[in-house]
């Protein structure tokens, strides 16, 4: 079945960074596009980040432009999210998201970010 699993999540200080991973298995991945969302505490889930199905596309959230970088290697069935100079406001869960038809998403279980000194 569809499945995809999120790990690199930690505690960093503000500036710091961190690699999350996002393993995809149960469909061909290089057909799907990719994107990673997050929830702050007592927020909605919002879009951070996507990229097309071969990498050649990518678009961003405008609080993290500059500081984060989506990529995928398809290879590995493996979306990747760098995310630099971490701010407290990047705290949230972090998840990992495909529309494999339209009346199927696949969303992973997450994986908590938190940043603070």
């Known amino acids: 079945q569809v499945q995809l699993v999120e790990s690199g999540g930690g505690l960093v200080q503000p500036g710091g960074s961190l690699r999350l991973s996002c393993a995809a298995s149960?469909?061909?991945?290089?057909?799907?596009?990719m994107k990673w969302y997050r929830q702050a505490p007592g927020k909605e889930r919002e879009l951070v980040a996507g990229?097309?199905?071969?990498?050649?596309?990518?678009n961003y959230a405008d609080s993290v432009k500059g500081r984060f970088t989506i990529s995928r290697d398809n290879a590995k069935k493996t979306v990747y999210l760098q995310m630099n100079s971490l701010a407290p406001e990047d705290t949230g869960v972090y998840y990992c998201?495909?529309?494999?038809?339209?009346?199927?998403?696949?969303w992973g279980q997450g994986t908590q970010v938190t940043v603070s000194s």
């Open positions: 998201y495909t529309r494999i038809t339209s009346k199927t998403d696949a």
């Open positions: 149960g469909f061909t991945f290089i057909m799907y596009s």
């Open positions: 990229i097309s199905s071969v990498g050649d596309y990518t």
